[in-house]
Nanobody, 123 residues
Framework: QVHLVESGGRLVQTGGSLRLSCAAS????????MAWFRQAPGKEREFVAA????????SYADSVKGRFTISRDNAKNTVNLQMNSLKPEDTAVYYC????????????????WGQGTQVTVSS
C-alpha cells in the first residue's frame, strides 16, 4: 500500500518556475515507478513524466520535455517535479501516481494516486 500527498501547486506567471513534491508513505515505495499526470478543466488526465524505481530512467510527455524534470529520493520517500518556463497551457491539477511498471502512460496503469495540487499559470 502506498499513500501519496502532493504539494507545491500555486499561481505563477508565464515563464516562471515551480517545484511540486509528492510525499509517499509505505515501506514499498522504492519498488514503484512514479509518475506525474495532470488534468485541465474539461480534459482527460494526461501523462506528464515518470521515473523508474531506481531513478535511473525517466520519460516525459513531448509537451514538457526540456522544461520539466522529475526526480525521486527513495530515502525520503519523495518524488519531485521541477517545472520551468511555465506556460498557460500547463494550468491543471497535477497528480502523483505510483505503478509497478515503467513506460506506462495511461492513468489506468497506475495503482495509487494522490489528491492533486492545483497549478495555475497566468498569461
Amino acid at each position: 500500500q502506498v499513500h501519496l500527498v502532493e504539494s507545491g501547486g500555486r499561481l505563477v506567471q508565464t515563464g516562471g518556475s515551480l517545484r511540486l513534491s509528492c510525499a509517499a508513505s509505505g515501506r514499498t515505495f522504492s519498488r514503484y515507478a512514479m509518475a506525474w499526470f495532470r488534468q485541465a478543466p474539461g480534459k482527460e488526465r494526461e501523462f506528464v513524466a515518470a521515473i523508474r524505481w531506481s531513478g535511473g530512467s525517466t520519460s516525459y510527455a513531448d509537451s514538457v520535455k526540456g522544461r520539466f524534470t522529475i526526480s525521486r529520493d527513495n530515502a525520503k520517500n519523495t518524488v519531485n517535479l521541477q517545472m520551468n518556463s511555465l506556460k498557460p497551457e500547463d494550468t491543471a491539477v497535477y497528480y502523483c501516481a505510483a505503478g509497478r511498471y515503467m513506460d506506462r502512460y495511461y492513468p489506468s496503469e497506475y495503482e495509487y494516486w494522490g489528491q492533486g495540487t492545483q497549478v495555475t499559470v497566468s498569461s
